[in-house]
T-cell receptor, first 113, second 116 residues
Framework: GENVEQHPSTLSVQEGDSAVIKCTYS??????FPWYKQELGKRPQLIID?????GEKKDQRIAVTLNKTAKHFSLHITETQPEDSAVYFC????????????FGTGTQLKVEL | GAVVSQHPSWVICKSGTSVKIECRSL??????MFWYRQFPKQSLMLMAT?????????EQGVEKDKFLINHASLTLSTLTVTSAHPEDSSFYIC????????????FGDGTRLSIL
């Protein structure tokens, strides 16, 4: 089955700096890669996703890049703000193949003033 | 749109009690729902896939007799933790998607289960 690795496990940045979180996946058939933000005790919230037919997607301060050959994808947050502090999870799945998401281990992002 | 409601949000009960958690899709029909378990500071671990009108598919290592799943309608799936024990204490989260194979999944608020 799919295996998703995520790094780093913790990330501390100064407000205004950029943050990058990286994930690798094992199943070359995976074609959908969402990123979720989870605040303590709350639901995971989808912040951005990318499908395998594109290499990059951007939404304001958030961007995701995908390298299918290397089987890795990354989340980029620019101009970080304190409210960006949370745990971020990457995930991967094969759409139409049961639709199960395999999650990475999570990254605790702390944005310091 | 795409709202998933989960109830209750918090349960505290005695060991041996059975606990039912509901997951509802409020503004769309969910042919597939997923149940996850999350321990503190850990990732979401898929427990089972719930398909409307058919038996749930459980992940390896998840006891189907312990975690009963029912998906009787296109908007409701329930997870019953039977004869709960302290080791079952965790954060349980459901998610739902529309047509099979459609993404993204939408998550409920989660249920924090504490067994004394």
């Amino acid at each position: 089955g799919e295996n998703v690795e995520q790094h780093p496990s913790t990330l501390s940045v100064q407000e205004g700096d950029s943050a990058v979180i990286k994930c690798t996946y094992s199943d070359s058939a995976s074609n959908y890669f969402p990123w979720y933000k989870q605040e303590l005790g709350k639901r995971p919230q989808l912040i951005i996703d990318i499908r395998s037919n594109v290499g990059e997607k951007k939404d304001q301060r958030i961007a995701v890049t995908l390298n299918k050959t290397a089987k890795h994808f990354s989340l980029h947050i620019t101009e970080t703000q304190p409210e960006d502090s949370a745990v971020y999870f990457c995930a991967a799945t094969v759409t139409g193949g049961g639709n199960k998401l395999t999650f990475g281990t999570g990254t605790q992002l702390k944005v310091e003033l | 749109g795409a709202v998933v409601s989960q109830h209750p949000s918090w349960v505290i009960c005695k060991s041996g009690t059975s606990v039912k958690i509901e997951c509802r899709s409020l503004d769309f029909q969910a042919t597939t729902m997923f149940w996850y378990r999350q321990f503190p500071k850990q990732s979401l671990m898929l427990m089972a896939t719930s398909n409307e009108g058919s038996k749930a598919t459980y992940e390896q290592g998840v006891e189907k007799d312990k975690f009963l799943i029912n998906h009787a309608s296109l908007t409701l799936s329930t997870l019953t933790v039977t004869s709960a024990h302290p080791e079952d204490s965790s954060f349980y989260i459901c998610s739902a998607s529309g047509q099979a194979g459609r993404q993204p999944q939408h998550f409920g608020d989660g249920t924090r289960l504490s067994i004394l």
